[in-house]
């Protein structure tokens, strides 16, 4: 619906002046589910632009903020959770890169889903806690993990200023309906010299260059597309200085995987998927890059 949708100028410079990256298509011939969830495979629809002054990418016109918050509110994803095993290894390592920069302290993960992020820095050591808008997540981090979760946003949190040591955005910025305002009040929340944390899906990567359109990180869900120029300049204009660039590893079921292929790519699925269930290894976790990265950097 016309009135469900928003014009946005670019979220780092200001600008309103674009080139269209990706035209809109129509919405019938989406594929994929799960529409606002952490797990979500539903392809994008809407039109991808570039800002012409910055290099920013970013969806417009794209769903009201409003609704945007709402739908990840009411979210449920038995999904994204049923991955515990891959997930819990994956935010493991995210851990120790996180303490070879910091001390262990006060550290919040953004939009931290189910909270396993937030249950691995509980037991590693670290005073721990999460912010997360959809409350079955909340509910299902604090009932399964023991996480120290929180329904909500951050900026609403209204967390007390220079308080914590790390904040984290693990797959969560390019969600936000305004990444320069969260990255803001991170700086804000953080301890003079504190530690901001953020992966994100590289849309400058060969990966993402070679699919085009059939990119698998093109999803619904995604409000902005980085590149390591503009996260960095975003990110320096929020006021921190970029520390550490590197690619980001995650580890999943091959099961799983093997399903996120299914919206792009059906004969391929069917092949892989027969292949994974006669051999009966769809529990076996595989580490992967798939064109994200991870950008670590320091308030000023």
């Not at 937030?118 to 808008?133: D, F, L, S």
């Not at 409000?223 to 980001?248: C, N, Q, W």
Request: hydrophobic share 40%.
């Amino acid at each position: 619906m016309a009135n469900a949708m928003e014009h946005v100028k670019c979220n780092l410079c200001g600008a309103d002046d674009y080139r269209v990256v990706y035209a809109a298509v129509d919405k019938v011939s989406a594929k994929g589910e799960g529409g606002y969830s952490a797990a979500s495979t539903e392809l994008l629809t809407d039109q991808v632009v570039q800002c012409n002054k910055c290099g920013l990418i970013y969806l417009d016109p794209r769903p009201k903020s409003e609704k945007v918050v709402d739908d990840y509110s009411n979210a449920v994803d038995e999904k994204y959770v049923s991955q515990s095993k891959g997930r819990l290894r994956t935010f493991e390592k995210c851990a120790e890169f996180v303490e070879k920069y910091s001390k262990k302290g006060k550290i919040l993960d953004v939009g931290a889903a189910a909270g396993f992020f937030v249950h691995t820095a509980q037991k590693r050591g670290w005073q721990a806690e999460g912010i997360e808008p959809s409350k079955w997540m909340v509910e299902w981090g604090k009932n399964n993990l023991k996480a120290n979760l929180r329904a909500g946003t951050l900026e609403k949190a209204k967390y007390p200023a220079d308080y914590f040591d790390v904040v984290t955005y693990w797959d969560v910025l390019e969600h936000v309906p305004d990444p320069m305002a969260s990255l803001k009040e991170a700086n804000r929340i953080l301890k003079k010299g504190g530690l901001v944390v953020v992966n994100y899906p590289d849309i400058a990567s060969n990966l993402a260059k070679a699919a085009g359109r059939k990119w698998w990180f093109l999803l619904s869900v995604h409000l902005y597309y980085f590149t390591p120029d503009s996260i960095s300049k975003m990110l320096e204009a929020a006021g921190f200085e970029v520390v550490k660039t590197k690619r980001h590893w995650q580890k999943l079921s091959l099961g799983y995987l093997v399903e996120r292929v299914k919206p792009y790519n059906k004969l391929l699925y069917k092949v892989a998927d027969k292949f994974v269930k006669a051999l009966n290894i769809g529990d076996r976790q595989i580490t992967y890059y798939l064109s994200q990265r991870l950008v670590l950097a320091r308030k000023k």
